[in-house]
């Protein structure tokens, strides 16, 4: 609560809040069924994002965003993940294309594309993965040659979030054996966009796979320096990516939630609604105090992002990983309170107990962030230890 109450929203930035949560209740939550079914995203509910300012909401000011305060986006983040996970991984992969280039674009780069990012006329994307290369993404195997005038990029790139319908991508590959980023747009005649179908959840975030064959690029196609691709590039990115997903998951947990207590209270077994056998309530009492956990780490990273302070890469990973891990949980549990109501596609929950499992892998697996958690928690026992032994 001490967190919660540190951070506040001014009283426009509340208001704001509040449509935003009306926005996902109305005009999304209603159709993301549909639009999983037809794994394929609503153009006009894009849209409506873009005609908001809310797609480019992070970007400058000098370049038409809007520097929307932290708290206020993950605000965002968490409404839209209530209502479609799908959805949500557009402003995701969108914002770490915006980050990457406020923070590492040259200026050419940032008065060129910033403002179509901002505006929603362009959409961007970032793509890292590759057929053989997930969590090793500092291994990327995609190759950029020097030519006479630029580049030529060489490889392939899989599950790209928004890929299909992406207008700039950030790509990530090896130059000179050096991990570098590119600006590259989706007209290059040397990229392959194919659309991605049949996966297991996120099916209307327009994901593609990405082929590059002699794809030319100009020499001032480079984000950052050489060598900075994964490590300064990707890490900006990633770090807006993983803070969006967790405040995401804690509003997936939060649908599941309500859904639950909804469904629990009026369907009736053995003469009394569910709501009032005792292994129904231990399960919502679960879904309950984890969503607040889960919110409460959001609120952490939320904090440290505003100051500015470190931590807060750190922080992050964590209410990622704690939010993924909830957020499954809590759509397991809810199918098993619905029953067959939560197997059946027509509600949301059985939407939610797909899109879940996903949040465990994007951004970093769980299993990548146990091992970031762990290392960074042991080298910071060694300094304690050795400041104590320093300074009894």
């Not at 992969?93 to 901002?118: F, N, S, Y």
């Amino acid at each position: 609560m001490g967190i919660e109450r540190s951070l506040e929203l001014s009283n426009s930035d509340a208001l704001v809040a509040e449509e935003m949560e009306a926005f996902a209740q109305r005009e999304v939550l209603p159709y993301a069924s549909s639009w999983d079914k037809a794994e394929a995203m609503d153009p006009e509910v894009i849209r409506s994002l873009s005609k908001r300012g809310w797609l480019g909401a992070l970007a400058p000011e000098a370049y038409g965003g809007q520097d929307m305060d932290p708290l206020l986006w993950g605000r965002f983040c968490e409404s839209i993940g209530t209502a479609s996970s799908s959805l949500l991984g557009l402003p995701t992969v969108h914002g770490m294309a915006i980050q990457a280039i406020a923070r590492w674009g040259t200026d050419a780069q940032k008065e060129t594309v910033l403002p179509m990012l901002a505006s929603g006329e362009a959409i961007g994307a970032f793509a890292l993965t590759e057929p053989e290369v997930g969590s090793d993404a500092a291994n990327v195997q995609t190759v950029a040659e020097a030519t006479g005038s630029g580049f030529r990029l060489t490889g392939r790139k899989r599950w790209i979030t928004f890929g299909n319908i992406a207008n700039w991508f950030v790509v990530v590959a090896r130059l000179e054996d050096k991990p570098t980023a590119f600006l590259v747009p989706s007209t290059n005649s040397g990229l392959k966009i194919t659309p991605v179908k049949d996966m297991l959840g996120f099916r209307s975030a327009e994901l593609a796979n990405l082929h590059f064959e002699n794809c030319e690029v100009t020499e001032d196609a480079i984000l950052g320096r050489p060598g900075f691709g994964f490590s300064h590039v990707a890490g900006t990115a990633l770090d807006h990516g993983r803070f969006c997903i967790a405040w995401g998951c804690v509003g997936l947990a939060q649908g599941c939630l309500s859904a639950s207590m909804e469904h629990a209270q009026e369907r009736e077994q053995f003469g009394k609604p569910i709501s009032e056998h005792q292994l129904i309530q231990r399960l919502i009492a679960d879904m309950l105090v984890g969503t607040r956990a889960a919110r409460g780490l959001c609120l952490e990273a939320t904090a440290l992002k505003r100051a500015g302070d470190p931590r807060v890469i750190m922080e992050t990973s964590i209410a990622k990983y704690y939010a993924s891990q909830h957020a499954a949980k809590a759509s397991r549990d809810a199918v098993q309170i619905l029953g067959g109501t939560g197997c059946s596609s027509e509600g949301h929950v059985e939407r939610y107990f797909r899109d879940a499992k996903v949040t465990e892998i994007i951004e970093g697996s769980s299993q990548i962030q146990q091992l970031i958690i762990a290392r960074h928690g042991l080298m910071q026992h060694r300094k304690e230890k050795r400041k104590k032994a320093t300074n009894p």
